[in-house]
């Protein structure tokens, strides 16, 4: 079983659908919970970056994480064509200095205009 | 600066050849990591650097690889012999004592 377990979709939405996407973990030492959106043929960028449990809000993207329940998840409201695109969730045991992060396989999302 | 530079950013080579990848961080960055993604997967960490020390590297960095960082500055990752199974995206990624990685575009190697 993986550390990190994501849905490879893809998923397919209209323009300006909300868009929920999804990530169990087993490490229960995982503290730190990133989202990246990764282009095709290019580099992840990171979106969000959250520590333990909560909420966390930026525009249009709201990052939850429930460590209870080792599910973290990424909401996407208003969802445009740009947003196209594959969504990597991370994680860590450890933050500020030294971060050896485990990645989710991805989430392919297309927002059809 | 304008972000993490990986160069090159296509190598096709034939099995057996050895190849080597360059990458220039961030410069206030001195924590700098190299991983591997292949396709339909998310990255997997190879190895990490604080300044010019290699402090860890993965069991998938076999004795073929080799990773350095002279002088805490760029790093070279140098794939000896090979293999087809060595086909992927070499990603190369800078942080500063803080958190959140910061990516590079990667080298998107083909091994013929």
Redesign the interface.
Known sequence: QKE?E?D?GPLSVPEGAIVSLNCTYSNSAFQ?F?W?RQYS??????LM?TYSSGNKEDGRFTAQVDKSSKYISLFIRDSQPSDSATY?C?MSAR????????????TKLQVIP | DTGVSQDPRHKITKRGQNVTFRCDPISEHNRLYWYRQTLGQGPEFLTYFQNEAQLEKSRLLSDRFSAERPKGSFSTLEIQRTEQGDSAMYLCASSPQGNGYTFGSGTRLTVV
């Open positions: 990190v994501q490879p730190y990133m990246y043929r290019k580099g992840p960028e990171l970056y990597l991370a933050g500020g200095g030294y971060q050896k992060v485990t990645f989710g396989t991805g």
